[in-house]
Every structure is written in structure tokens, then in C-alpha cells.
């Protein structure tokens, strides 16, 4: 089970954190990732951590403003979203998975697990 939380409203330039909370899975070699889906769009890949040995990946738009990490201690992942823009509002999703190849890190194939979503609202 996945337990996303963390969302709310932040102005543009905020800063916010989401936890997953995770339970019934093997954290340490467990992939882990981040999806977000905007109004009347589809859901999209946002980043993915990948269990063993750590690589990370982001998708373009968020490159250099979030960051995703992990507590194996407490089978949590965040992510850091620093610099937020309106154009990031989403309900924001955790996901769980194996390690794909690189040329499917962005599609929803590699997951397994789905936590339930936070909203993520950023506006003045």
C-alpha cells in the first residue's frame, strides 16, 4: 500500500515536499516514482528512483526543481519540489514498480503500485 500526503497551495516560487508512505513492499530494492496528472490532461511521468544502486530520473519540465529521494528507514519516498510554477498544479501520484529500460521510464508500464494521489495547487 502507498500513502501519498504533502499537497496543498503554494504561491509560484514556493516550495512543497510529498512523502509516500509504504507498506507490504520490499523498500530497499523497490523502484520508486512520481506521476502527476494536470485538468483534462493525461497523467505523466514526473521522476523515478530506481531501488538498487539509486539512479535517478526526471522528466524534462521538473529537471533542476525537484528532487526524489528516500528513507529506507521509514519505506518512505519524497519529493522536493522547489521553484513551483501554476504549470505544476496536479493531483500528484506514487507509484511503485521495477526498473524498466531507459526508454520506459517515462510510460506507466514499469509500475505495479499506485498510491492514491495529493493535490498540488500553485497559485497567487
Known amino acids: 500500500q502507498l500513502q501519498a500526503s504533502g499537497g496543498g497551495l503554494v504561491q509560484p516560487g514556493g516550495s512543497l515536499r510529498l512523502s509516500c508512505a509504504t507498506t507490504?513492499?520490499?523498500?530497499?530494492?523497490?523502484?520508486m516514482g512520481w506521476f502527476r496528472q494536470a485538468p483534462e490532461k493525461e497523467r505523466e511521468f514526473v521522476a523515478i528512483r530506481r531501488g538498487s544502486g539509486g539512479a535517478t530520473y526526471y522528466a524534462d519540465s521538473v529537471k533542476g526543481r525537484f528532487t526524489i529521494s528516500r528513507d529506507v528507514a521509514k519505506n518512505t519516498v519524497y519529493l522536493q519540489m522547489n521553484t513551483l510554477r501554476p504549470e505544476d498544479t496536479a493531483v500528484y501520484y506514487c507509484?511503485?514498480?521495477?526498473?524498466?529500460?531507459?526508454?520506459?521510464?517515462?510510460?506507466?508500464?514499469?509500475?505495479?503500485?499506485w498510491g492514491q494521489g495529493t493535490q498540488v495547487t500553485v497559485s497567487s
Open positions: 507509484a511503485a514498480g521495477v526498473y524498466p529500460i531507459t526508454s520506459m521510464v517515462r510510460t506507466e508500464t514499469w509500475v505495479r503500485y
Open positions: 507490504g513492499l520490499s523498500f530497499s530494492s523497490s523502484t
